[in-house]
């Protein structure tokens, strides 16, 4: 069974044949233009997929709160104006005439870990993406835990500092404010305002600057303090760190060190692990929507 799966986000879409074992085929990805609008994005979206065929379902991962019971998009902020309320399910099963799903593009990139990459052998984990934001899924019995109203999982959110940074959602201290790779990099241009990005950063972290390794120390022990409270919260057998930043050698095994520094002696067989699909894992979560629960099955 082939899926047509689709990762939506401000400025791309990312589609791809995905089988029922993960194999990736026919990817491509196209300009999104989510600034000019939610319309603009499904136009160029179903510009896209019509140029698919021998598919049975259609998956979508989507920037975004999504309601997935519905098919539709909750809210979307300024990113894609006009996005809110969009029937993307309904829009799609009118036009291709198969079962269509749709999930947030961070539960959806979580699905896909849990489903085919890293969290794959793991019953009870965590997802946890550094990025510009923080972005997580629980997964308990291998199924992604989603909460009573389906939007679960807001690690990023988790009051680090209660007098600290104001946050996007508008209150004080999260921990994406002081975890994301974007806090890393806004910390460090306040020592050096010409830091141009996170890999500038850590060039010349490297080239042996002092001052940008405490910023780097200092990011790092934040980053471990959520972490270990998650972990001391949910007890999971692992816990699956994603994030273009983990690709810098050695930088979970900063962090597990922090880690476990952390932890109380009885959390400590939790095991930290990268996540293994890189930025294919939403389409391949949105894949995944249409495949049968492995939690049932073991
Ligand atoms: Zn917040």
Known sequence: ????????????????????????????????????????VMKNLKAALDTYEGYEAIGISSA?????????????????PGYT?????????ERYHVPVKVENDVNA???GEARFGAGKNYRDFLCVTLGTGVGGGIFIGHELYKGADGIAGELGHLTLYPRGNRCGCGRLGCYEQYASTKALVQ???????????????FRRIENGNPRLKEVLESWLV??????????????????????????RPGLLEDIEKKVRENLMASFQGVVLQKAALGNHAGLMGAASLHLPSEGAEA
């Open 187 to 201: 910390v460090a241009q306040g020592v050096d305002p010409s830091i141009s990005s996170g890999r500038d950063l």
């Open 64 to 80: 975004g709160q999504v309601d997935s019971e519905k098919g539709m998009i909750r809210y979307a902020n300024e990113n894609i």
């Open 222 to 247: 934040d980053v471990a303090l959520g972490l270990s409270s998650l972990i001391h919260i949910f007890n999971p057998e692992a816990l699956i760190l994603g994030g273009g930043v983990l690709d």
């Open 85 to 93: 309320g969009m029937k993307i399910r309904e829009i799609l099963e």
């Open 109 to 111: 990139a979580a699905l």
């Open 1 to 40: 069974m082939n899926i047509l799966a689709a990762d939506i986000g401000g400025t791309s879409i990312k589609i791809a044949l995905v089988d029922e074992q993960g194999n990736i085929t026919r990817t491509q990805e196209v300009p999104s233009e989510g600034k000019r609008g939610g319309p603009q």
